[in-house]
C-alpha cells in the first residue's frame, strides 16, 4: 500500500501548481482522499477533501476559489490544482486516504510522502 504526492516545487506568488497523488497496491476509488499540509511551526491542516467518485469536494477557507481537487480513478491518482498562490502556501504537502467518507473518518488513513511547495518572489 502506498501513496506518494508529487508536484511540488518553487513557484512565484499568484502562480500555479498541480500537486498529484499517486496509488499503488490498492484501490484508490475505495477511499476519499484528503489534501493536508503542515508549514514550520504550525499545525497539520486540512485543505480539500474528495469523494470517492470526485462529485463532493470540500475546501478549506483559506484555499477556496483557489485550489481544485480532482481525480482519476483510473490512473489511480488525484490532483490538487493550486492557482493564484501565496507565501502563506508554503508547506509540505501531504495526500491521505479517508474512510468511510471526508467527513466522516474513522483511523488515520494511509499517508503518503509530502511534497513541498515554497511561495516566494
Known amino acids: 500500500v502506498q501513496l506518494q504526492a508529487f508536484g511540488g516545487g518553487l513557484v512565484q506568488p499568484g502562480g500555479s501548481l498541480r500537486l498529484s497523488c499517486a496509488a499503488s497496491g490498492f484501490n484508490l476509488d475505495d477511499y476519499a482522499i484528503g489534501w493536508f499540509r503542515q508549514a514550520p511551526g504550525k499545525e497539520r491542516e486540512r485543505v480539500s477533501c474528495?469523494?470517492?467518485?470526485?462529485?463532493?469536494?470540500y475546501y478549506a477557507d483559506s484555499v477556496k476559489g483557489r485550489f481544485t481537487a480532482s481525480r482519476d480513478n483510473a490512473k489511480a491518482t488525484v490532483y490538487l490544482q493550486m492557482n493564484s498562490l501565496k507565501p502563506e502556501d508554503t508547506a509540505v504537502y501531504y495526500c491521505?486516504?479517508?474512510?468511510?467518507?471526508?467527513?466522516?473518518?474513522?483511523?488515520?488513513?494511509?499517508w503518503g510522502q509530502g511534497t513541498q511547495v515554497t511561495v516566494s518572489s
Open positions: 491521505a486516504t479517508r474512510a468511510p467518507t471526508c467527513t466522516v473518518v474513522t483511523g488515520d488513513g494511509y
Open positions: 474528495i469523494s470517492r467518485s470526485g462529485g463532493t469536494t
